[in-house]
C-alpha cells in the first residue's frame, strides 16, 4: 500500500513556472517532477559537493618579459611603460 501525505511549500514564481513548463513539455504532472526532483536530491552523496565543476582550460599564449627588463626593479619597469605609450 502506497500513501501519500500533502504539503504546502514556498517556492521562487520563476521556478514554479520553470517547473510547470517542464512537466507540460515532458507531459508529466508537477507532482511527478517535483517527486523525481526531491528523489535525485536525497540520492546524492552527503559530500557536499552538488555538481562536477567543468575543469579550468588554460589559455597561453607566446610572448615573455622585453629584453633588458628587470622585473625587480619597479621604476625600470614603470620607465620602460611610459616610453611605449
Given amino acids: 500500500m502506497v500513501s501519500h501525505?500533502?504539503?504546502?511549500?514556498?517556492?521562487?514564481?520563476?521556478l514554479l513556472v520553470a517547473?510547470?513548463?517542464k512537466a507540460a513539455e515532458s507531459r508529466s504532472t508537477l507532482r511527478e517532477i517535483f517527486e523525481?526532483?526531491?528523489r535525485r536530491e536525497l540520492a546524492e552523496p552527503a559530500t557536499g559537493r552538488r555538481r562536477r565543476v567543468p575543469a579550468i582550460?588554460?589559455?597561453t599564449a607566446p610572448g615573455g618579459l622585453p629584453p633588458g627588463i628587470d622585473v625587480?626593479?619597479?621604476?625600470?619597469?614603470?620607465?620602460?611603460?611610459?616610453?611605449?605609450?
Fill in 36 to 38: 523525481r526532483g526531491l
Fill in 5 to 14: 501525505m500533502k504539503t504546502t511549500i514556498d517556492l521562487p514564481d520563476a
Fill in 72 to 85: 625587480t626593479d619597479r621604476a625600470a619597469m614603470h620607465e620602460w611603460l611610459g616610453r611605449q605609450r
Fill in 57 to 59: 582550460k588554460w589559455v
Fill in 19 to 21: 517547473a510547470k513548463k
